[in-house]
């Protein structure tokens, strides 16, 4: 069965410096996987997906997400943090052959002044 | 473009009242419909989803059902509520492809009481 995990309750980063939010996957076909972003009492905002080719993908409000195969891996990056981007952040994988996707626990991103 | 409503955005019912959460899709025919919970503020329990216009598919044993009475409205239900049931409800669109992301609704928060 497909799933997905994010080792990490919350992730701190002072503004300006990089950021990693990570998430690990488990499939037993092709990964198709996903990045949201949810702010409080908000629905879920789609940032990016990765479906096959580049590993490096880009997405929305300057995230991107690496794709490695070897590690299982599918960790959300930002070269410069903004306070803006504190948020709750999900990983997601495509449950093959069923029409849903299976979400992470979340990540919640705190950006310091 | 493709829009989702969800209502009401708030609602605070007794313990034993029923409960309808209507969602609805527009700009686009024959999506597949999701409802996810969300309590605590993180992760995500898909509960139901929908292919098609009366085809609902349960992924929890629970007090609550789920019904889709035309092809872009999706409704969620209890005849009666248990305090259990508080938490965040998040109605979701996708096409009917497995590399199509979900676009979600700004949900709906129930408190039981």
């Known amino acids: 069965a497909q799933s997905v995990a994010q080792p990490e309750d919350q992730v701190n980063v002072a503004e300006g410096n990089p950021l990693t939010v990570k998430c690990t996957y488990s499939?037993?076909?092709?990964?198709?996987l996903f990045w949201y972003v949810q702010y409080p009492n908000r629905g879920l905002q789609f940032l990016l997906k990765?479906?096959?080719?580049?590993?490096l993908v880009k997405g929305s409000y300057g995230f991107e997400a690496e794709f490695n195969k070897s590690q299982t891996s599918f960790h959300l990056k930002k070269p410069s943090a903004l306070v803006s981007d504190s948020a709750l952040y999900f990983c997601?994988?495509?449950?093959?052959?069923?029409?849903?996707?299976?979400f992470g626990a979340g990540t919640r991103l705190a950006v310091h002044p | 473009s493709q829009t989702i409503h969800q209502w009401p955005a708030t609602l605070v019912q007794p313990v034993g009242s029923p409960l309808s959460l209507e969602c609805t899709v527009e700009?686009?025919?024959?999506?597949?419909l999701y409802w996810y919970r969300q309590a605590a503020g993180r992760g995500l329990q898909l509960l139901f989803y929908?292919?098609?216009?009366?085809?609902i598919s349960s992924e929890v044993p629970q007090n609550l059902s789920a019904s889709r009475p035309q092809d872009r409205q999706f409704i969620l239900s209890s005849k009666k509520l248990l305090l259990s049931d508080s938490g965040f409800y998040l109605c979701?669109?996708?096409?009917?492809?497995?590399?199509?992301?979900?676009?979600f609704g700004e949900g709906s928060r129930l408190t039981v009481l």
């Open positions: 979701a669109w996708s096409r009917d492809s497995e590399t199509g992301e979900l676009f």
């Open positions: 499939v037993s076909g092709n990964p198709y």
């Open positions: 990765y479906i096959t080719g580049d590993n």
């Open positions: 997601a994988v495509r449950d093959v052959g069923y029409n849903k996707l299976i």
């Open positions: 700009g686009t025919s024959n999506p597949n």
């Open positions: 929908s292919v098609g216009i009366g085809q």
